[in-house]
């Protein structure tokens, strides 16, 4: 009498998997990753890429998260989002955390918490059944991919709700956001010519900067900007400060975060006799965004507006 009822309960554990949409299959990066069921022990890292589990209400389904406080602070709407969770490691999360926190996947980047042949990647995780989602802008570091665009950001939390069923949220997130810049790009008023930026993340010696994939380019450009560097085959990537003297920003967007503050930052171009021919080091025109407004994820879209308006405050 027990067959009937084990099968019984196999089909009725099919029907739920069926309704809530599992087994689902996404694409990460150049992969094709399956999950049965939703994941239960998640872990995040980085901040903007914690800031999307969040948007999709995923902190019940999440055993921490890592690399946000090591480099960043937390934001107070950011550290109620995250409630109780622990934050697993400061900076980089190590394979044998992961372990101890039995987590089942693991949501981060290449240069956001994964590097090309480190210990921590889809491959190393895979014999302990953790699987990896990839941030799509990250991409570009194992792969070639498009320019950078919004539709990065999109894809991963149309991705997110696939993996965690949570599909229609998602959908209905991104229908929002889509919609928001929509309606503000329509009433934006035109520029005589697009508003050339240089994106300033942090060095003296040597600048780090946000190339032809990084979001910025992407969040730029929907401003009414461009990119000084856009034409740069690579994503978040260290040049000389050559480049930017000779193509003459109109604006410097400072990206915030880490020990050097943007004040200081700006003071540097500010006081630095290289750099006192450049339109905007002699206009004082700087302008800040924080980390987690430059990099993919939930502030893209209030980013964008914020830098739209400065284009045109003169």
């Not at 034409?231 to 050097?260: A, L």
Request: proline share 5%; charged share 25%.
């Amino acid at each position: 009498m027990r067959l009937p009822i084990i099968a019984a309960a196999l089909l009725a554990t099919c029907a739920t998997a069926m309704a809530s949409g599992f087994p689902v299959t996404v694409k990460s990066c150049n992969r094709d990753v399956t999950f049965e069921t939703a994941p239960k022990r998640a872990v995040s890292h980085d901040v903007n890429l914690t800031e999307m589990m969040l948007a999709l209400g995923l902190a019940d389904h999440m055993a921490g998260y890592s690399g946000i406080s090591g480099w960043k602070t937390l934001s107070e709407d950011l550290r109620k989002g995250v409630g109780e969770l622990p934050e697993l490691a400061p900076q980089y999360v190590s394979k044998e955390v992961l372990l101890g926190a039995d987590t089942d996947l693991f949501f981060a980047g290449w240069n956001y918490g994964m590097k090309v042949g480190g210990d921590v990647t889809p491959d190393t995780l895979a014999p302990f059944k953790i699987a990896v989602y990839e941030l799509t802008e990250s991409c570009i570091h194992i792969m070639k991919k498009d320019k950078s665009s919004l539709q990065d950001m999109y894809a991963d939390l149309l991705n997110l709700g696939a993996i965690f069923g949570v599909r229609e949220k998602a959908e209905v997130l991104v229908a929002g956001y889509e919609k928001e810049l929509a309606d503000f790009q329509a009433e934006l008023p035109k520029l005589d010519k697009p508003v050339n930026v240089f994106i300033y993340d942090s060095g003296e010696q040597k600048p780090f900067t946000a190339g032809r994939y990084a979001m910025p380019t992407a969040i730029i450009e929907a401003a009414g900007g461009k990119n000084i560097v856009d034409d740069v085959e690579s994503s978040w990537v260290e040049i000389g400060w050559e480049p930017v003297i000779e193509r003459n920003p109109d604006m410097v967007v400072i990206v915030n975060y880490g020990e050097v503050t943007a004040e200081q930052k700006i003071d540097y171009m500010r006081t630095n006799p290289a750099f006192k021919d450049i339109e905007a080091v002699k206009n004082n025109r700087f302008f800040v965004l924080e980390y987690n407004e430059a990099t993919p994820g939930p502030r893209n879209i209030a980013a964008i507006k914020r830098l739209a308006a400065a284009m045109r405050a003169d």
